[in-house]
C-alpha cells in the first residue's frame, strides 16, 4: 500500500472495478513512511517531498486537505509526516493491512491469492512491488523472472 500501487488502486477504483490491497506492514505508506519515536520525535524516511509537474497529481493532492501542504518550489508534503498523504489518499479504499501474500497462481480467468495460508479469488491482480518480490510470488516459470 505504498503510493504506487494506492494511486493504481484510486484509478481502478474510480472506473468502477472493486479493489482490495493487501500489505504486510502495520501502517500504509510503503517507502513514503514517518517513523515515530519517543517523546513525540518524528521522521521521514524516504519520500522527503513531492515534485509535481502533472496537473492531474496537483490537482489530486489539492484534494488530500489537510493532509498536504506546499513545500517553496520543491513541491508538496505529507501534514504532518509523508506516509499521511497516501493514508489521505486511501481513505475510500478498502486495504488490509498486516497481510502477507505468500503466494499467487493463475487459476482459469482468475488468480488465487495465499493470505496468511488461506487461498482467495481474484479477477485481476496488480503487483505494486519491487521487481524481486514480484518475480518470487509468480514464479520462474513466469516470463517476468527472466527479466533482469
Do not use: N
Request: some cysteine.
Amino acid at each position: 500500500a505504498g503510493i504506487t500501487g494506492i494511486a493504481c488502486a484510486r484509478l481502478l477504483h474510480r472506473a468502477g472495478l472493486r479493489v482490495r490491497i493487501f500489505d504486510k506492514g502495520r501502517g500504509i505508506g510503503g517507502r513514503m513512511a514517518t517513523r515515530r519515536g519517543p517523546q513525540g520525535m518524528q521522521f521521514d524516511h524516504g519520500a522527503q517531498d513531492l515534485p509535481v509537474s502533472d496537473p492531474e497529481f496537483l490537482t489530486m493532492l489539492q484534494g488530500l486537505g489537510d493532509a498536504v501542504a506546499p513545500w517553496g518550489d520543491r513541491g508538496w508534503v505529507g501534514r504532518p509526516g509523508m506516509s499521511d498523504v497516501v493514508r489521505a489518499m486511501a481513505a475510500d479504499l478498502d486495504v488490509t493491512q498486516g497481510a502477507m501474500v505468500a503466494g499467487l497462481r493463475r487459476d482459469g480467468a482468475g488468480w488465487q491469492i495465499a493470505i496468511d495460508d488461506r487461498w482467495q479469488e481474484a479477477g485481476r491482480v496488480v503487483l505494486a512491488i519491487p521487481a524481486p518480490q514480484a518475480r518470487d510470488l509468480l514464479g520462474q516459470d513466469h516470463p517476468f523472472a527472466a527479466i533482469p
